[in-house]
Nanobody, 120 residues
Framework: VQLQASGGGLVQAGGSLRLSCAAS????????MGWFRQAPGKEREFVAS????????DYADSVKGRVTISRDKAKNTVYLQMNSLKPDDTAVYYC??????????????WGQGTLVTVSS
């Protein structure tokens, strides 16, 4: 399984970015795709997730209303649309995948991360 994250960059506060995660190596129909982020000096935290089948979504409270996760089944790609960005959103963003019925509940596969920097 490979997850390739892209779309990060430098943006001013209040701006928008769309991150992409290209997934390959298996069928993801029974998987949950997630986005996480890790800011400098902080622990990695959950941002959003989406079930590949059905499209059920979940968001961290810190991004609700500003972030939308979606997936394009034809392209095997998951997106994270981020609006009204704040300096606190500055972090390396990672996409990840886990089986819906994972016993551990942990994400098994991780992408390499893409850096988002929000200037004030």
């Amino acid at each position: 399984v490979q997850l390739q994250a892209s779309g990060g960059g430098l943006v001013q506060a209040g701006g928008s970015l769309r991150l992409s995660c290209a997934a390959s190596g298996r069928t993801f129909s029974s998987y949950v795709m997630g986005w996480f982020r890790q800011a400098p000096g902080k622990e990695r935290e959950f941002v959003a997730s989406i079930r590949w089948s059905g499209g059920r979504t979940d968001y961290a409270d810190s991004v609700k209303g500003r972030v939308t996760i979606s997936r394009d089944k034809a392209k095997n790609t998951v997106y994270l649309q981020m609006n009204s960005l704040k300096p606190d959103d500055t972090a390396v963003y990672y996409c990840a995948a886990k089986a819906v019925y994972s016993v551990s509940g942990e994400y098994d596969y991780w992408g390499q991360g893409t850096l988002v920097t929000v200037s004030s």
